[in-house]
C-alpha cells in the first residue's frame, strides 16, 4: 500500500510539472524556431534578430512557466505572484531558470492562496481592491528577494553539479544510461520535469558555449515508442494492432509521446525495449556527434530536424540516432509480444494511463473502438453511468429535451452500466465508462462524451435521427408513466442545503463536505460519504460547464434512506481532475424520486449564463430561484 502511495504521488508529482509547461509549449517553438534560423550557426544567421534568443530563454519562458505554476496554485492572483518570485531566481542566475520557475511560480500561488483564505470575511467594504493589490505586491516581492538571495543559488549549485555528472558521464562515455531513468519516467508523466527542468537549461547553455547540446535529444528522440508501435502494427493483436499504425503517426509526426504509453502498459515488459531503444539512440548521436540548436518540443521527427544545426553530419547524425532507437527498440519490442501472452484490452490501458496522468489524456480517444454508423430505425437510447442516478440521469435529460423539440418519438433512458438492457441500441457513457458499456451489450451502437451538460455529440446525433427514425409509443408511453407516477420534488432543494462562497483545498474535501451534508439532512447513512469518494475516483463526476454532481455508486444505493440534495457554490473553483468546478450537486437518489429536479438541473446548467447567475448569487433563495424557474 505504501509502495502504491508513493507511485500515485510522483505520479501527480510529475503531472503538475508537466501542467506548468504544456501550455507554453507554443513559446518554446517560438524560440527554437528563431533559434535555429537565426544564431551564427543557423540556417540564415541574423546578428539583429539573434539578439532576441537569450532575452526569451532567461526571462520570456521563465516567467510563462512561473505565472502557470501559480495560476494552477490559486487562479489570476496566483499567476501574478508566482511570476513576480520567479523573477527573483532570474535575475539571481546567468543559466535558465525554468527549474526554479517550477519551484517559485507554485510556491508564490501558494502563499497568496493561504493569505487570502486567511483575510477572508475579515476586509471592511471598498477596502477590497487596496487590499488585494498590495498584498499581492507585498508577498510577491518578499518572494522575490528570497528567491534572489536562497533560491536561486541553490539551483544554481544543483544545476551546475548536474552539469558536472553530465561531463564526467560524455567523458566515460557513459551517457547512454541516462535511458535508464528517463524512458520509465515517461510513463511516470516526469518527461516535461527532466526535458524542461534539468535538460534545456544546461542544453541552452551548452547552445550558448558549443552551439548545440546532445542533451536535448535524450528526452525528445521519439525512436524509441515509434519501434514499440512498429512491433504491434506486425505483432500485435485486435485493437493494438489496428490501432498502431495511427497512432506511430501521431507519436512520429505530432510529437505526442504519451500516445504509446497505454501500449507499453499492457505489456510492462515492453519498457526494456524502450530503455534499449533510447540507449542505443543516446550512443549513436555521441559517436556522430550529435546535437540538437534550440529545444525540440514536442519530441516530433519534425521538430528534431527544424532544430538540427544546418550541417550534413548534424542531420545524418540526429537521423540516425532516430533510427537506430525505433530499430532496437523494434527487435526487441517484437521479440516480446512474439514470445508473452498479450492483453487486448487497449481501452483498459488508456483509461489505466490516465488515472496515472490524474487528468483527462489528450490522446484517449485514439484508442476507442471504431464503429459503423448509427442503426436505422432507432428505438431506445440509453444513457449509463456507475449508479444510474446522476450524471447519466442529467445527460438523459438533456437529449430526451432535444428528441422532444426534433419531433422524434425515441424513448432516452438512464440507467446504471450493470442494468444496461440487451436491447438498447445506442449507449451513451462517459468515456472512462465506454469499455464496460461496450462489454455489457457490444452490440449497441457507443458514444461516449466527457461532458454531459453540453456534449457536441447530441446534436450530431439529433441530426443523423431526423434522416431515419421510428416511433415507439409503448416505450414513450411506459417512460412517461413512469416519470409522472414519481413522488413529488417538493422539499427535495431546500434553502439550508444551499451553501454559498465555499472554499476547497482538493476535490474529495468538496465532496466530504457534500456528503456530510446530506447525512446531517437524513437522507443517506455515513457510508455514502465513502461512497461518494470512491465513484468519484472511478469516474469523475465533473458533468462540464463548471459543474459536478458527487454521489454514490450502485452499490451504496441500499445507504440512501430518502432522496435530497445539496448546492455548493464555490466561486474561486476547486479542481477536479484537471478540470475547475464552480458549482456542486450532491446528490441522494431513491426510487427516482429526484430525476425530475435533476432534470430541471440539467436543463439549467446547460446554458453557461445560467451557471454565472449562480456562481454569483448572493442568497440561497436567489440560486434556486434560477434553477426552478429554468
Known sequence: MAQSNIKVAVQKFGNFLSSMVMPNIGAFIAWGLITALFIP??????ESLAKLVDPMVKYLLPLLIGYTGGKLVHDQRGGVVGAIATMGVIVGSDIPMFLGAMIMGPLGGYIIKKFDQFIEGKVKTGFEMLINNFSAGILGGILAILAFLGVSPAVDGFTGALVVGVDWMVAHGLLPLTSILIEPAKILFLNNAINHGILSPIGAEQIRTNGQSILLLLETNPGPGLGILLAYCFFGKGTAKQSAPGAAIIHFIGGIHEIYFPYVLMRPLLIIAAILGGMS????????????QAVASPGSILAILAATPGNAGSYVANISGVLVAAIVSFIVGSLILKTGKQTEDLDEAARKMQEMKGKKSSVAGSFTKQQGEVPASVQKIVFACDAGMGSSAMGASLLRKKVKQADLNISVTNTAISNIPSDAQIVITQEELTPRAQNKVPDAY???????????EYDKLIDQLKNDHTTSKAEEEKRVSAENNTDSNDGLLKEENVFLNQHFSSKEEAIRFAGSVLVKGGYVEENYVEAMIERDNMTSTYMGNDVAIPHGTEEAKKNVLRSGFTVIQVPEGVDFDGEKVRLIFGIAGKDGTHL????????????MDNIEKMVHAKSAKELMAIIQHN
Open 281 to 292: 539512440g543516446v550512443f549513436t548521436f555521441v559517436l556522430l556527434g550529435g546535437g540538437l
Open 596 to 607: 425530475e429536479i435533476l432534470s430541471g438541473i440539467a436543463i439549467t446548467c446547460s446554458d
Open 41 to 46: 550557426t543557423g540556417f540564415f544567421p541574423n
Open 446 to 456: 457507443h458514444i461516449s462524451v466527457d461532458n454531459f451538460l453540453s456534449s457536441p
